[in-house]
Nanobody
Framework: QVQLVESGGGLVQAGGSLRLSCAVS????????MGWFRQAPGKEREFVAA????????YYADSVKGRFTISRDNAKNTVYLQMNSLKPEDTAVYYC?????????????????WGQGTQVTVSS
C-alpha cells in the first residue's frame, strides 16, 4: 500500500521560512515524479511545485517561483519543499503527491497517491 506522510507545517510570521517533508512508502519512489499542491479554505487545490524522478528537472507555479524550492532524496524516499519569504497568501494545507510517470506534471488528476496534508499558516 502506497503511503505519503507530510510533516513540517506550522505557524510562521510573514517573511519566515518552513521546510516541508514528505516520506513515501509502498512504491519504488525513485521511478516517479513528485509534486506539492496546496488548498486554502474555499478554494480549489492548486499546483505549487513538481520534480522529476531523478531530481534533475523542477517546475514551479508563478506565485512561488524564486521563493520555494522542491528537492528529493531518493535514498530516503523523501521529497522536500523549502519555503522562504513566506506571505500570508501562502496559508493553506499543503499536500504532496506522486504521479504514475517519471516526469513533471502540474494537474491534480495526473497524480494517483496523496498525503493527508500539513497546515501552513503565515501571519501578517
Amino acid at each position: 500500500q502506497v503511503q505519503l506522510v507530510e510533516s513540517g507545517g506550522g505557524l510562521v510570521q510573514a517573511g519566515g521560512s518552513l521546510r516541508l517533508s514528505c516520506a513515501v512508502s509502498g512504491r519504488t519512489f525513485m521511478r516517479y515524479g513528485m509534486g506539492w499542491f496546496r488548498q486554502a479554505p474555499g478554494k480549489e487545490r492548486e499546483f505549487v511545485a513538481a520534480i522529476n524522478w531523478r531530481g534533475s528537472s523542477t517546475y514551479y507555479a508563478d506565485s512561488v517561483k524564486g521563493r520555494f524550492t522542491i528537492s528529493r532524496d531518493n535514498a530516503k524516499n523523501t521529497v522536500y519543499l523549502q519555503m522562504n519569504s513566506l506571505k500570508p497568501e501562502d496559508t493553506a494545507v499543503y499536500y504532496c503527491a506522486t504521479n504514475n510517470l517519471a516526469g513533471i506534471r502540474v494537474v491534480v488528476t495526473d497524480y494517483d497517491y496523496w498525503g493527508q496534508g500539513t497546515q501552513v499558516t503565515v501571519s501578517s
